[in-house]
């Protein structure tokens, strides 16, 4: 079982792709177009309004805009994912359905050209102007050129225009990428049979308009008639990182034609001085030829050794030479024929006069020079012209239209079977990188050379992707409209995929938090921990129970085996390595899959109104082709009733330790542990929970999770209690169905909760946030998906059913894809929910301030409380609270505390006075101002300011001191008016929102102190 810890993607460091089975040929063409920022910006910005999606009938459009979307979501969790690779599946799967077939493995041009071909349908779906002219779709300017074909006819010159997107080179008979370009260029003229007509002439080839982005299909296979099976060509072929291609564009014809004419020149003479070359490095007339320079030498050495008196046969004594006769440096020395007294002697003329000698040797001399001068002409004459055809087409003239090497496919294998990885040059950082599947390294050219050249090994290029090097849009990465500075990872991305991102890292991290716990769970029996501590206290008698026990495929090991224990003490000292912890210790959750087509999002249209069977049926239908993730079935069967009971489970384990214990702790603890030991555990550590309005459940020691404070929610009491009601659906028609059965269950629990009257110490829409969508009639989609979210609550945890419908909850909210979610419609929802609850929060918390004679603090609560409660009902008149009951006792906290004031600032002592200033200001004057703005403020309202004003106003009148007219002075005119004044009103302290039924007990409860002005404790 991998650790998803070693999936983190480090820093910006690129991201891989998965291969899911045979999937290297998507791999190696996506990345390579990936890292082209001028295509990833077209992909992620592609976009289609609604008039046009209307009009898309056909399957291939929508095939179309199907794939289009699979690769926008693949691009940008390629983009901005915090793992080191993606899963593609999706958009394989639409491929492999098109190519009919899913376990061959794809050829990468024929994948390459059937991408080619959906990307311009889909952009020329997006074109605001349908047009028949193509020439505007950005896939077609980016990627699509066009070449002329002529050719002589008659004493007349043909043209055809075609247009083409990769352009097919041959490699057999070539030796590098520009011989490839003329042999693909010019077609040779072809002998005639016929007597009238000696040559038929050839075709050319010129590049009309060349793309920004250069493919050139290499022709690596070819087709064995004899073995009736393809082959491939593993012959060396050479290509530069930069190529001019000037000399292949029609414009260029009549320089490109002369310079043609040069170079048959310069090889037909290259031709002639390579034979003779040929002839002095084999020479002779029968079949063994010899360089003749070699062959001078050696008839030299002969002449020249000393002349033997005795037959080669008779002289059997290895003799060593006489000194010879003086020779040159060319000649061999009397070390050289003295070397080896056991060599066998030299060949030798048996009789030679001094003159016969010399005219030989001067002979053989003055030939042997000659000859070599010959030869070093003939190379000398080979390598100019040799430079002469390498500088033909560098001149200024035929270079300025130069071609970056960006990406190169590498196939390694043979015809009928391989491997697919690309080398892509990084723009920004000057450098290679090996693209293989979800392995990503840097690289070089010597490594890339190694692998693509071929004539090596059995891997050679068989794509390369060249880039216009005029163009530095093609390479520029996206930047912000308004400071110009470049974007980089999930900020370079539209809203919509944006939030598909954080969603999916969100994703993400809860699955390292829960490998992580399951991890430590499993991991502390074995390294001998001693502080097992439960992650919440459960509502038992006995002690809380450790977070993990052996489970029942351990015990069954434990007793078939017969092997001693291992020594405590030697495990204390052993801690476990995470890396090499098994794969049954641990339970971790598979990497969410990524956004499948072909499945509706979970949460589409499910009217209230709908019988039971009728929207379990349309929710079936709905997600019946959802990825479904199956859970590895734990061996503990909890159970939860329906009717609310379950059976006692007593325990079978000790308590938890703390890390802090004290002698006669650890004493108890060795008893127990010595007792642990002496009757082994059976089962796994399971306690009794009392949930309120669900009843009695069991929750695993280990419930990965559990919180008890989250539990006694009513939102997770709901959810509960609808998957005990769905637990006959789950174990007969599996986890799918169950959660489909408990969805509804809720969904219609909770609609007719929101038909239900509320007051305010009884306001259902505090029992969850679906009452309060419900009442004000929030679309569908937010309602289902909410509903849906409740369902992966990780507190699920406590059980197998629990965990599986959790599973499948969490599958199906993955398949909701951007465009089926207005995510900051969904956002503001929620938030409105949650300022509903803090304007009830701040009412109740005012209103007990208030019942304590805190005026002062009540006032800044019931403040804020009415502001935001303002703020909520422009939306719809259920989305908060009566502003009535807010009015009324802010406008008696107001009016008390302003009493207040008042007393302070005309007693005349120093500290009250101040005491009184800092009242005026801190809440009343900002208190004033809020009210004065409103815009339509009731007669009590505006009577309790006109009495606060007349009051300060009264004060003017009177005997004071004169810095109490002085202080007066400054503040009475902020009391009279405040519409030039900025209103800042003090924040209130954060208070905890508590459970609903707290809520509505602690108001129900204050509530009835104030009528009876008599004090009510609440705990």
Known sequence: MC????????????????????????????????????????VLNYHLSERILAKCKSHSDKRNMAFMQELRCLFALMVGSSRTFVDPSAAVELLRDAFRTSEAQQDVSEFSHKLLDWLEDAFQLAAKDKVEDKQKNPMVQLFYGTFVTERRHEGKTLCNIEQFGQYPLQVNGFNNLDECLEGAMVEREIESLHADHSVTPGRERWFKKLPPVLTFELSRFEFNTQLGRPEKIHKKLEFPQIIYMDRYLHKNINQTHERRGDVKKLKDQLAALQQKLECYKNYGSGPSKYPLADMLQFVLEFATT??????????????????????????????????????????APHSVSEEE?????????RWRTEVENDINELKASIERLTLMLEAMYTDNNLCQVPYRLHAVLVH????????????????????WMKYNDVSITESSWEELERDSFGGMTNASAYCLMYIDDRLPTLTTEATDDETGQVLHGIESLPPALRRYVSEDNRWFQQELSEWEEQFCQTAAPQGGSTDPRPKAKLQTTVEPAPQSGPSDEELEEEEASSEPQPDPEAEKDTEPDPREKPEEESEVSPPPPQIDSSSEAATDTLDPSQSPNQSEKELQSQTHDSALINPTPSDLHVEMDDTQTAARVPHTAGGSETSRETPEDEEEEEEEEEQQQEVPVRENVVSEVEIPNVGRIMVRA?????????????????????????????????????????????????FELSQEESTPSEDVRLQHSLVYFFQNKAPNRIIERTLLEQFTDRNLSFDERAISIMREARTKLRLIKPEDMDMDEYLQWHDDYRLFRTVFVYLLTGLEHYQHGKMREALIFLAHAYETNSALLTHGERRGLEKSLISVYRRKCLTALNDSASQLFCSGDQHSVEEGVSIMEEAVIPCLHLMSREQS????????????????CCCLGRDMEDSLQE??????????????????????????????????????????SLHKTSVVSVK
């Open 3 to 42: 650790n998803p810890a070693e999936w983190i993607r480090q820093d910006e460091w690129p991201v891989g792709i998965r291969n899911v089975g045979n999937t290297c040929w998507f791999s190696a063409v996506i990345q390579s177009l990936f890292h082209l920022p001028v295509f990833r910006r077209l």
């Open 357 to 365: 000698l010399h005219f030989v040797k001067s002979c053989l001399q």
């Open 967 to 1008: 202080k007066l002075g400054e503040f009475l005119p902020r009391v009279l008016d405040g519409s030039a004044e900025r209103i800042v009103l003090k924040d209130p302290p954060k208070v905890p929102v508590t459970a609903a039924h707290d809520l509505c007990s602690r108001l129900a409860a204050v509530m009835e």
């Open 702 to 750: 280990d419930a990965d999770g559990y919180n008890e404070e989250m539990m006694l929610t009513p939102a997770m009491q709901g959810v509960i209690l609808a998957i005990a009601k769905a637990r006959q659906i789950f174990d007969m028609e599996g986890p799918e169905a169950g959660l489909i059965k408990a969805f509804h269950e809720e969904y219609s629990r909770l």
């Open 306 to 347: 000393k002349p033997s008196s005795v037959s080669p046969a008779e002289d059997l004594r290895a003799a060593s030479p006489a000194s010879p006769l003086p020779k040159d440096n060319s000649e061999p020395t009397d070390a050289d024929s003295s070397e080896d007294p056991t060599a066998p002697p030299h060949p």
């Open 937 to 952: 403020p009731t007669r009590e309202d505006r009577d309790a300011m006109e009495s606060i004003r007349s009051h300060w």
């Open 412 to 431: 390694e294998g043979q015809a009928s079977a391989g491997h697919y990885w690309a080398y892509i040059y990084d723009h920004a950082n000057k450098r």
